[in-house]
């Protein structure tokens, strides 16, 4: 943990004042409750993946490779990409989690 919440909320920061900056131009999407429960009790998912190449291969192609994929991921699925937050919405009373993402990339 970076010392902030998935919100980017720096820790002693207003929350509610940093949420409105921080999903100022950003999308939401509505979950099902099925959904807003799981994601109350899942933990997520932190892979990193390590690859090894033979010295004579070109390795600014192989990252401009996987820019290239991740990218394309992304902009199909934009989500995937964005912030689990509570609340929000609907004004202070409101607690529904939502996922927020960036449209912009």
């Known amino acids: 943990d970076e010392g902030g919440d998935a919100t980017g909320n720096a820790e002693g920061a207003s929350s509610q004042n940093m949420d409105a900056l921080f999903l100022q131009n950003k999308t939401s999407i509505e979950l099902l409750p099925l959904e ?3 994601l109350t009790m899942e933990h997520p998912i932190n892979t990193v993946s390590f690859y090894s190449i033979h010295p004579s291969c070109d390795i600014e192609g192989v990252v401009q490779k996987l820019q290239r994929r ?4 992304l902009k199909a699925n934009p989500w995937l990409g964005g912030w689990y937050v509570k609340g929000f919405k609907n004004g202070s009373f409101d607690n529904t989690p939502r996922i927020w993402y960036d449209t912009f990339g």
């Open 70 to 73: 991740v990218n394309e991921i």
């Open 36 to 38: 807003q429960t799981l």
